[in-house]
């Protein structure tokens, strides 16, 4: 006698999330070119971009073994993220022209780009089965990541002919 049985698993969860964002940010950008004569300039150029995101609200959970069981399991959690960034950028340029209507250029460039990100979740819970496993009640996760960026570059053009001229750089 074979026999086949057929389990059919129903639960059904429901899960209700209302987030708020707040986002501000700025952008300042400073610069000065200056000619020191009609063939040579130098120049200096900054940049600063800031931007706060904030993130809050309540998530709230329930499961049931169908439509017409009470609940057996209910929990809310209040879900807080910051995300605060900074990048900062500068930029020395100078460009001499000389006889025979070569060019020399050097730029120096540094930046600082960085993050930090802030996520808290407290879960409360608000019914719970004797089954079904224990909450976390609290996550606390904090990340921070920076980079820093230094540059170096010069360049010189020497003109050979109306069609032709000689490049070299470093970087």
Known sequence: MNSKFIIIALIILSQYTDLIF???GQTSKLGLDNYLNKNSSFGIAYTHICNNQEKAGIANFNARRSAEQPIY???STQKTLDIASQNHLANFNMQPSFKKKSQFSADLNA???GKIINNSLNTST????INSEKLVPALLNETSTGIEIKTFKVDYCLPISNILKFETGIK
Do not use: T
């Not at 608000?126 to 089965?129: A, R, S």
């Open 126 to 129: 608000l019914i719970q089965d």
């Open 111 to 113: 930046g600082y780009f």
């Open 73 to 75: 399991s209910e929990a």
């Open 22 to 24: 707040d986002i501000v």
